[in-house]
């Protein structure tokens, strides 16, 4: 029995007329191998303790790292184009909730309200610092 | 042999039922794990005490476990690989090991990372980032325990050819777990 006639015994699908989709399996070891080597670069980059460089090598990496899993681990470039504006919409609804919470969040003061407790503490800086410090201490409350 | 991919040929869509599933469970995750970064983006880039606190994890650990997720996601879709070339028992070998890579990573972030930082007084109720902290990393850890469940489910009947279909879907899953370790890592460890 042949390994297609066994699978098709056992139900294996892949033997099923019809089945048309192909998956290209590619070099994964090579893919792993720069994914490790952006890890490296990635834990590297604050050592500079430049700012710009860590950010660069911290959250454009990742994007970079991200990619490479799913187009190469997930293969979502051959999958229907759908998935693609699937996946797209969550991500735009994630930007969404951003843009609209955003606001609320990371100010302490707006037309017609503000957050005490942040313009207290923000004050509180300026006072004891000469103007230099944030509010930052109002995240523990 | 055929090197055509493994999976149940009823379609709804184009694509095997399975397969489309896990999109829809991956494009929920999306808004679930969004949504909590989102908001931890928000306060971090709001309140420079973050980085302070930031300060306090362990990069090292963060990153060995980034290596053995992308390295446990390797093994993953080489059983991928396998399964579409109809080669069960070496698609089980590759499950196992991607399993191994989670419970290697469970076991470092509950047997050691948590247990030292709470020593240290760092606890889910210490501030608003150790609150995101333990949230966001415990949830994800959730999905690396749920997925090592599925995969020594899976395993065993792929050893033996049936439904080899759902080794590619559990790799979907899981690749899509380290996707967002991919993003919790710069933000928890290295951004101080």
Known sequence: MSHDDHAHALGHPSSEPGYEEHTHHGNYVKIWAILVVLLVVSVAGPFLEIQVVTLITAFGIAVVKAYLVVKNFMHINVAPRYVGYLIATTLMFMLLFFAGAAPDVMKSTGTNWKKPAWVAAHEAALHDDGGAAGHGDAAHH | ??????????????????????????????????????????????????????????????????????????????????????????????????????????????????????????????????????????IHAAHVVAGVIIMLIIAPRAKRNFDLHRVELIGLYWHFVDVVWIFLFPLLYIAK
């Open chain 2, 1 to 138: 042999m055929s090197a055509s991919p493994i999976a149940t040929t009823r379609t709804t869509a184009g694509m095997p039922t399975g397969r489309l599933a896990v999109w829809w469970v991956i494009a929920s995750e999306i808004v679930i794990f969004g949504g909590l970064l989102g908001s931890y983006i928000m306060f971090r880039l709001s309140h420079d005490a973050f980085a302070e606190h930031a300060a306090h994890t362990n990069t090292w650990i963060g990153a060995i476990n980034t290596l053995v997720l992308l390295t446990s996601s390797l093994f993953a879709v080489l059983g991928h690989k396998a399964a579409d070339a109809g080669d069960g028992p070496k698609a089980a070998k590759f499950l196992y090991l991607t399993a191994l890579g989670g419970v290697i990573f469970a076991g470092i972030k509950f047997g050691y990372e948590w247990p030292h930082e709470i020593a240290l007084g760092y606890t889910i109720s210490s501030n608003t980032f150790w609150s995101f902290y333990y949230t966001a990393a415990g």
